[in-house]
């Protein structure tokens, strides 16, 4: 009975203990959007495993796109701005009250700085990220914009 309650205490301190030294960090859960705003870049990863690297467009000379972790905070397949002239908005999942990433009709202009402070993504592109947010949930998906 001693032995079973040794290892027993044993097995517990152990596990507190956390991983052996030189031992990898637990993979992050969950959809991660890493956004980089000097590359005007985007990095998705799922459970760890980068799916896609996609060129973005962040806010334009005068403008603001926010900087930090943010969770999705709404998610609207079809959206029209209501600050910018009804402009198209679809696949958009908002993270900062009107800020969102959505898929955008100015192709062309991603890889540079041209929003008035949303990130902007092809809509295929963008259309892929809103079904991975709507299936991992707004609690296991981190939005990182970093400058």
């Known amino acids: 009975m001693i032995r079973w309650a040794v290892l027993a205490l044993a097995l517990g301190l152990a596990a507190c203990a956390g991983p052996p030294p030189g031992a990898a960090p637990p993979a992050e859960t969950g959809v991660v959007v890493a956004i980089d705003l000097s590359d005007q870049a985007m990095t998705v990863r799922r459970d760890g495993v980068r799916l896609g690297v996609w060129p973005v467009s962040t806010a334009r000379a005068g403008k603001t796109t ?27 999942i ?14 062309a202009r991603l890889g540079c700085p041209a929003s008035a402070g949303c990130v902007r993504l092809h ?19 981190v939005i990182r914009i970093r400058p």
Not at 66 to 82: C, I, K, N, Q, W
Not at 125 to 136: C, D, G, K, Q, Y
């Open 94 to 107: 908002f993270f900062a009250g009107n800020y969102a990433i959505h898929g955008t009709t100015e192709e």
């Open 123 to 141: 809509p295929e592109n963008a259309r892929t990220l809103f079904a991975l947010v709507s299936r991992a949930g707004p609690a296991r998906t």
């Open 66 to 92: 926010p900087v930090g972790d943010f969770r999705p905070e709404r998610l609207a397949r079809v959206h029209y701005s209501t600050l910018y002239d009804g402009a198209p908005m679809p696949w958009s």
